[in-house]
């Protein structure tokens, strides 16, 4: 008959059982794809291990004179366990919405071992790279930032050949201010004027061309021992 297309009819066949659906799935969608894809191939491990930790901002601007350095070592806390991979940081990344921080909150990406404090000794001598970002830019700033962390081309900028006290980057931070999030990028040798220059060119480069900063004064290198609330080794004594 003109117009009438054939119908198949399924409403006398049998259910499939539990092993033959498991046997049918398919991984191809979402997560399902991904998880299948990272178990069937090798991912190359990063050169370097790391870790997201999480702050809950202070409430004052400055910090109180009389806590105890024990305190301010003790409010970054650990998110996840250690990334070796592309997986592992996709798998914590994609699970920490920057966005929805609120002010003065922090995420941290740091090597394993180092702890996101000034006074941590890996990170007592060294200083970072603030950028000072918009807020409607900075997730898609601190994802490509990240990214150059991990695949080792902010590395390459500051290593050196020293038989002692090799610079590093010893990880990159995420802080939410009043009208702008503060992004920075630390370094283990403030002193290292080739590396600092270095450094910040990388980024320039790497940067995607919208996110490149327009103005020179959104960006400045501070080292750590130079902010107040700095708690010298003499201090803890």
């Not at 200083?127 to 700033?141: I, L, M, N, S």
């Not at 990388?202 to 919208?210: C, F, M």
Request: aromatic content about 10%; overall charge neutral.
């Amino acid at each position: 008959m003109a117009g009438r297309f054939p119908v198949l009819n399924t409403s006398d066949l049998p259910q499939a059982s539990a092993s033959e659906q498991a046997a049918t799935a398919s991984p191809a969608r979402g997560s399902a794809m991904l998880n299948s894809i990272f178990k069937s191939v090798r991912v190359p491990e990063f050169r370097f291990r790391w870790m997201f930790w999480a702050e809950k901002g202070q409430q004052s601007g400055a910090k109180d004179k009389t806590a105890q350095p024990e305190e301010y070592a003790s409010r970054p806390k650990p998110l996840g366990e250690q990334i070796i991979s592309i997986k592992e940081f996709y798998q914590h990344f994609n699970n920490i919405p920057v966005e929805s921080l609120k002010l003065r909150d922090s995420i941290h990406l740091f090597h394993m071992g180092i702890k996101p404090v000034w006074e941590d000794p890996r990170n007592a001598r060294g200083g970072a790279w603030y950028f000072k970002v918009t807020k409607d830019v900075a997730p898609q700033f601190w994802h490509e930032l990240c990214l150059l962390a991990v695949g080792d081309v902010l590395q390459g900028a500051v290593e050196t050949k020293r038989a002692s006290f090799n610079d590093d980057i010893c990880g990159l931070s995420y802080s939410v201010r009043w009208n702008a999030v503060q992004i920075a990028v630390w370094n283990r040798d403030a002193d290292n004027e080739v590396g600092r220059e270095k450094l910040l060119k990388a980024i320039l480069e790497k940067l995607s061309p919208e996110l490149q900063p327009k103005k020179e004064d959104s960006y400045w290198y501070k080292a750590h021992n130079e902010h107040k609330g700095f708690i010298s080794e003499e201090k803890h004594a």
